[in-house]
């Protein structure tokens, strides 16, 4: 795993230790971030499902001024603390461990999230579908009007979000990147 463009460009990051998290490859990544790039800088973020970080550091290195890091296994997140330490980049990044749905559930404030990466285990859509979806609704409220949830999942699942709609799809094989708006967003969908 590597960061693929911006201040950390080539840097080596530590990938799982296990197969809890699935790392996306190089050429989606840089198909993804092709697409993002517009909304990064100065960006704050929201890296769900965060495993070792590959997504939130990218930003980071793109631009973005604070990622937030969820993250519930322990091995991950201390893969994902030492990318962080590497990078120096601990004044730009929280990480919060334990239950992502509980603290979406009890959060509380204005948070003004530019982007969201909601990249939950597969077996999640099946499993925990009621979970997701309320997570999307909190998730909706801490978006900005023009904030975009970048959400991945096996292509041959889906799960709808009413207040999250699709804006654009993309697959790449076996993996989809839905990219959703907020249900009250009125801006043109057509701008990926």
Same mark, same amino acid.
């Given at each position: ?14 990938? %799982? ?10 050429r989606v990544k840089q198909s993804l971030?092709?697409? !993002? ?28 001024? *604070? ?43 204005? *948070?003004?999230?530019? !982007?969201?990466?909601?990249?939950? %285990? ?19 409220? *801490? ?10 999942h096996d292509s041959e699942d889906s ?34």
């Amino acid at each position: 795993m590597r960061i693929i463009a911006g201040e950390f460009r080539g840097r080596k990051l530590l990938g %799982p230790e296990s197969e809890v998290t699935r790392p996306i490859t190089d050429r989606v990544k840089q198909s993804l971030f092709d697409i !993002l790039t517009p909304y990064l800088a100065e960006a704050r973020v929201y890296d769900c499902f965060a495993g070792t970080g590959s997504m939130g550091l990218e930003c980071l290195s793109r631009g973005a001024t *604070h990622v937030t890091f969820f993250e519930a296994d322990r091995s991950a997140a201390n893969r994902l603390k030492k990318n962080i330490d590497t990078l120096k980049m601990a004044d730009a990044t929280h990480i919060i461990g334990g239950d992502l749905f509980k603290w979406f559930g009890s959060a509380k404030g204005k *948070h003004e999230i530019d !982007l969201i990466f909601l990249d939950p %285990p597969y077996r999640f859509l099946k499993e925990r579908a009621d979970d997701l979806q309320n997570l999307a609704r909190a998730m909706s409220k *801490h978006l900005k009007p023009d904030g975009i949830v970048v959400f991945r999942h096996d292509s041959e699942d889906s799960l709808l979000f009413p207040q999250l709609p699709v804006a654009d799809t993309r697959s790449y094989g076996s993996m989809t990147l839905e990219f959703l708006r907020a249900a009250d967003n009125k801006q043109p969908t057509t701008d990926y």
